[in-house]
Nanobody, 124 residues
Framework: QVQLEESGGGLVRSGESLRLSCVAS????????MGWYRQAPGKQRELVAL???????TYGDSAKGRFTISRDNAKNTVYLEMNSLKPEDTATYSC??????????????????WGQGTQVTVSS
């Protein structure tokens, strides 16, 4: 299992910025993908930004030009920098990680993991 700890959500005004953090922990052998999704009330979960090993980062349409993800590989951490926030960005933001875990000399096993989610609210 991989544990994900999210932080940085809160209430901000339109036009302001916010930075979210997600720290992955556990018996991690490698991380294959890491990023963020969001879900607003009454809507489906939506891609914000996802980095994948060997491929790079994919941004959702609403995030392009405003949001940026970055990684700290030594700390198994991914950040989401959100600029020029709009009320439409209000949602629960969830960290997503695909990782391989290893126990002792066993073979690494892949897993997909979701964080609990952190609330971002943008007021006008």
């Amino acid at each position: 299992q991989v544990q994900l700890e999210e932080s940085g959500g809160g209430l901000v005004r339109s036009g302001e910025s916010l930075r979210l953090s997600c720290v992955a922990s556990g018996r991690i052998y490698s991380i294959d993908a890491m990023g963020w999704y969001r879900q607003a009330p009454g809507k489906q979960r939506e891609l914000v930004a996802l980095w994948r090993s060997g491929t790079g980062t994919t941004y959702g349409d609403s995030a392009k030009g405003r949001f940026t993800i970055s990684r700290d590989n030594a700390k198994n951490t991914v950040y989401l920098e959100m600029n020029s926030l709009k009320p439409e960005d209000t949602a629960t933001y969830s960290c997503y990680v695909e990782a391989r875990v290893q126990y002792g000399l066993g073979s690494p096993t892949g897993s997909a993991n979701w964080g609990q989610g952190t609330q971002v609210t943008v007021s006008s």
